[in-house]
């Protein structure tokens, strides 16, 4: 539910925006008013809600292709959500992936997703903050984390946190919402109900905030045109069709489709933009042996 007034401060705000009770009970019950058997799931049935970002699917696809992950790498997820990303990551490059997420809600529901699924031994959540990472230096081969910068204020914090759990030579993949030059953001969105949470930076800001944080950039592209066509192939097909049961307004209310129309209104007028890209780590370079073991190496 949309709160009656803007909450004070932006950990109230961020932490309101993604609050979800009951969300565990909510989504089986879901999954059987679509049709679904939750004790027989199979994963392209939780698309609907398990890829959190513009883009869905393809955009992990996407990014997942450019940072060549390999069998048994140490992969932190920040900001999972319920955990789409990084089950895609273990079942398709068998990772070992660790998500974290503000929200213990969609925390528990990323758990209990995974177990019914089979992949409870290869993956684990826990609701953690992105600015004090319970991890050791070094502890991760490769970071993942799509669409959450936008709920973090302190940025430069929040980047060299990420570099500093990474080992030397480890890769950062990252696909961010930024300010675009059409002006303010139209809210609500599904980052943010209230300016209050939503924290942009342009394109030259997050170029300079990943290089202080001691990563070189692999690749890094503009896709706010992908991410437009996206939605607007979204909206046609929605068009007079009768509302999901198993869909996002689960996971954020059922003031989504406002969200969704604001966020395709701001893409279209230039408002945000979106980038992909892939950062590596000063220090070394990560070298696999063939049977993808990691050795460690210089540049």
Known sequence: MMPAREPAGAAAAVAGHYRSPDLESRVLAALVAAGMDPDRLRPEELAAIDEFHVRGAAATRELAAVLEPRPGLRVLDVGCGVGGASRYLVRHFDCRVTGIDQSPDYCAVATMLAARLGMGDRVSYLQADALALPFEDGAFDLVWTQHVSMNIEDKRRFYHEIRRVLAPGGRLACYEVLSGPGG?????????????????????????????????????QDVTEEGLAWFRGRQRKSSGAPPNPFGLQLLLGEDFPRMAGNQLRNLEEQRISLVQGVFQAAGGVMVFSQQGSRTGGSP
Do not use: K, N
């Not at 609500?188 to 990563?215: C, D, H, K, N, T």
């Open 184 to 220: 303010d953001v139209h809210f609500p969105v599904p980052w943010a109900r209230y300016p209050s949470a939503s924290f942009l930076v342009s394109r030259q800001e997050f170029s300079q905030l990943i290089s202080q944080a001691g990563f070189e950039t692999v690749v890094s």
